[in-house]
């Protein structure tokens, strides 16, 4: 349901793009969310991808390399990200050199989509950036939001998905959410929430209502 009287910024009507900005748990769907949000004429920005972008990078794989060395890397070659996260996580330290090395690449990548969307008249932008919130002070993103989403998910559903789509235990779960802001201080900045417990279908209707809630539908 709409969180009453709260907007990341009053809706412009000069602005061609309306843009959203979706928060959520480890594996609550928002990047399902996103895709209902965006619709079939709008645009998902998603981070992760430009992650997997980035570490493909030639420069950024022989940084990492000299780093953690050749056990980050599988035989065909290829970077290991599982095993590149399983030594950031336990390393606070590693972590924050991945995140220079990384981020600074991934935000223009986010900034350039965006400003290329919205110059193209894009009508819908969503941003599926993981933590969105937490890294504000970095990337900015958030005041280029005309709304944020909150996706509420049941956290045993969370942890099935989990564990079916990614192979993470409950503890790597608890481990990585560790990082991010508590759920419901992220939840207070949301002017929207939607429910992804339930079938597609159920998602499709939660997205309905955030746009026309929105005068988007």
């Known amino acids: 349901m ?43 920005l998603d981070a992760d991808r430009e992650v997997h972008a980035v570490l493909r990078q030639p420069a950024v794989l022989a940084t990492l390399r000299a780093e953690h060395g050749a056990g980050i890397f599988g035989p065909d070659g ?21 995140e220079a090395l990384t981020h600074p690449l991934v935000r223009a990548n986010l900034r350039a989509r965006l400003e290329a ?31 944020l989403v909150w996706v509420e998910t049941d956290p045993l559903v969370r942890a099935a998905r989990a564990a079916a789509t990614r192979g993470w235990s409950p503890d790597e779960v608890a481990r990585r959410e560790a990082a991010q802001w508590p759920a419901d201080q992220k939840r207070a900045r949301a002017r ?4 992804n417990d339930g ?15 929105e005068g988007l539908s």
């Not at 979706?22 to 769907?29: F, N």
Request: with cysteine.
């Open 117 to 147: 969307a919205r110059a193209s008249g894009v009508p819908r932008i969503v941003l599926d950036v993981p933590l969105l919130l937490e890294n504000d002070a970095q990337h900015g993103l958030v005041a280029e939001c005309d709304a």
């Open 2 to 44: 709409p969180i009453a009287g709260r907007r990341s910024l009053p809706w412009h009507p000069m602005r061609a793009s309306f843009v959203f900005g979706v928060l959520g748990g480890v594996a609550s769907g928002k990047s399902a969310v996103a895709r209902e949000l965006a619709g079939p004429t709008g645009v998902v």
């Open 192 to 195: 929207h929430v939607v429910a």
């Open 199 to 213: 079938t597609l279908d159920d998602l499709r209707r939660e997205a309905a209502r955030v746009l026309a809630a």
């Open 78 to 98: 290829e970077l290991d990200r599982a095993a590149l996260a399983r030594i950031v996580f336990a390393d606070p330290a590693a972590r924050s050199r991945l």
